[in-house]
């Protein structure tokens, strides 16, 4: 081979993708297949993969008071940077309610590790698909509170459908199991408290 | 005081001031925050001290105060390029540490990421390579668009293109899902044909070939002595993979072979990351072809699934190390059995490697010390751990 055709076949290569790229319709599953396109990121978007995780959401389900969270405080001290702030709920007399009061992620601390949504044992923290959160100011744009993190269950099915599925499953199943063990109980109970009753009567008579 | 110069001094022996230069520690060219003290004499370097330090972030104090698999997360952070053979570095040394037994499944797709991740990094530090000789951007964009295929890979089972945060202690966080085997498989099957396409814009360049050839020769006996490893070492002609020698996970039972230069230079190191792919890709093949069903996580690790801070080891200590895409990568970890770790130490491949710089570049044209740093191979994360 001669001197320099090295380059002259780099550059044939570089020449054959010049001229394939007027000949490929603009995309974004012809950009997976391995052309070169650049995709006009506003207006056309890839398709979100379901597990992409970027930052914490609250879930609720029906209504926002309904959340899911009892301010167990796991998430917190499972976080790696610990960006989450938890403070419990009280009522008038002072008693602990199983809801927060204040619920803080400061986004500007989050590493998108997924620890929070692996660690919560009530299923009520999980890893949400929006990234456009740019704001001016960094102190309030970027500390979510809790009314900012509240997103419906049905949010949850948009973005991850076959995890809102399993976890749904899994929660309607131990609602059931918890409800039959409450009738159980009751019966159980019930049939106590009229046997103690029948246990009890014959002394009085006696 | 400086001297001025006298025309009568260009005669037979010029006599030359050295000049003292700043390379970094913002420039483009150090790929990351990294500053090279040059001293040079016309454009010849005499001395080059590299100054490190621009990025550190305490990572091993913050692992002393984290829980095992909290430390997970901040792994991603050190070589942010192979996010995932530092998790399996780090998931191994806490695997050595309380003796815990890893599924077969979770073992292939360890295996099969590790390879993945060595893939890109190759691709893309030779793409950057080609910048710092300056082919500006050409190469690097034939490089990510392969690179951009394998992260949509990671970021359908981990979750994240990067920062992937994949392997737990005894497997891996969740199973692959549904069709990302298939995927995998079309990706990797069509990773030959960009190699060759890559290969024929690059190896035989003649430019490239004058600019890397003989440029920053490292002799094997230097290499040993200083403890380089991965990919520059194996340029320099020493047979020497941890994936050999260690034998760790199961790269026992693929048949593969090392790849190895001869005369150390930039150009070996940069035909070594070549051909390391395609070895990569004969693993992934034979991975791909193997993998069994069953479970990701050994039955006695999978509940800190849910509670990583009950995870407690024994007292002890373990060093495991893994070959990474840059070298040797191992950690080094004491517990005295409470949740965060004792004492916690990282070897760097990226780090050690760079310490040979000076001596790889003494008598070099300053031109050719940009290249010689873009053939080590760094990133900052990990050298200023």
Known sequence: MFYGSGVLRGMLVTLKHFVTSYFIRRSPETMRSGALVTLQYPEERLKEKERYRNFPFLIYDKTPDNLRCVACDICAKECPPKCIYIVREFDKDGKPLKRPAVFDIDFTVCMNCGICEEACPFDAIFMDHEFEIAGGNRQEKLLFHKDDLLKPNEHFHKIRPTDAETIDKRLREADEKKKAAEAAAKAKAAAAQQSSQTAAQPPKTA | ?385
């Open chain 2, 1 to 385: 005081m400086e001297k001025t110069f006298t025309l009568q001094d260009l005669g037979a022996s010029i006599d030359t001031q050295t000049l003292e230069v700043n390379i970094g520690p913002q420039h483009p060219s150090t790929h990351g925050v990294f500053r090279m003290n040059v001293v040079l004499d016309g454009e010849t370097i005499l001395s080059l001290k590299p100054v490190m330090g621009y990025l550190h972030r305490n990572h091993e104090q913050i692992a002393e105060n984290m829980s095992y698999t909290g430390t997970m997360p901040y792994t991603d952070r050190l070589d942010y390029f192979n996010s995932m053979s530092n998790n399996l570095a780090w998931a191994m040394t806490v695997e050595k540490l309380a003796n815990i037994d890893v599924p077969e499944r979770a073992q292939y797709i360890r295996v099969i990421m590790a390879e993945l991740t060595r893939i890109v990094n190759h691709v893309s530090v030779i793409g950057f390579l080609l910048n710092d000789l300056g082919a500006f951007f050409t190469p690097v964009l034939y490089a990510f668009r392969e690179r951009e295929k394998i992260l949509d890979l990671f970021e359908e089972t981990a979750g994240s293109r990067m920062m992937c945060n994949y392997l737990r202690f005894g497997g891996i966080k969740r199973d692959l899902p549904a069709g990302t085997l298939e995927k995998i498989k079309s990706v990797t099957s069509n990773l030959p044909k960009f190699l060759d396409e890559f290969e024929a814009l690059l190896s035989k360049n003649e430019i490239l070939c004058m600019r890397c050839q003989n440029v920053g020769v490292l002799p094997a006996e230097l290499a040993v002595s200083a403890s380089i490893t991965g990919p520059m070492l194996r340029a320099s002609g020493v047979n020497y993979d941890i994936r050999k020698v260690d034998r760790y996970s199961i790269y026992d039972r693929f048949k593969f072979r090392v790849p190895l230069g001869s005369k150390g230079d930039v150009y070996d190191r940069y035909y070594v990351r070549v051909l390391e792919i395609r070895e990569s890709l004969k693993i992934l093949e034979q991975a791909l072809k193997d993998i069994p069903a069953g479970e990701t996580i050994s039955k006695k690790m999978a509940p800190f699934l849910k509670a990583p801070r009950n995870f407690k080891p024994p007292v002890g200590e373990a060093y495991a190390r893994v070959e990474a895409p840059k070298g040797e990568l191992g950690f080094y970890v004491v517990s005295d059995g409470t949740p965060q770790p004792w004492r916690y130490h990282v070897r760097a491949p990226s780090f050690i490697n760079l310490t040979i710089l000076e001596d790889m570049c003494i008598g070099q044209k300053i031109a050719d010390a940009i290249v010689i740093l873009g053939s080590v191979d760094i990133v900052l994360g990990e050298v200023d751990h």
